[in-house]
């Protein structure tokens, strides 16, 4: 992602942050360990540590409140960052709820910074 996607993102997470809601925070380690796990592919290993102490808050944070689909976005995406191939457990949950068409629901829980242009997310 480019510098200012990077700092439109640091901006969002801080505003989940000053929220001081558990939900808030759960989501802002999500949102921080998706996108350090974006900027790590390729090498960077400290960002990889980074994304997996965030994700791993986040998957506490989300079993703490009984928020499964959280915990299990979180999950994949540690799986993703170790080249596990369990990735998948949120759409694999979903499918088996009768949710026909998962990918797109998924996007409820996490996300795709991978797919975005320039790392960019949908304006506010």
Do not use: W
């Amino acid at each position: 992602p480019s510098s200012q996607a990077d700092h439109r993102i640091a901006r969002l997470i801080g505003r989940l942050r000053r929220e001081r809601l558990a939900f808030a925070e759960l989501q802002a380690n999500l949102y921080q360990g998706l996108h350090l796990s974006r900027q790590s592919v390729g090498g960077s290993q400290s960002r990889s540590d980074a994304a997996r102490v965030h994700l791993h808050a986040a998957r506490e944070q989300a079993a703490d409140l009984g928020l499964l689909p959280f915990q299990l976005a979180a999950a994949d995406a540690l799986a993703q960052i170790d080249g596990d191939p369990a990735v998948g457990q949120l759409r694999d949950a979903m499918h088996r709820q009768g949710i026909t068409r998962p990918e797109r629901f998924e996007r409820l829980y996490t996300l795709p910074l991978a797919d975005a242009p320039d790392g960019q997310l949908a304006e506010d």
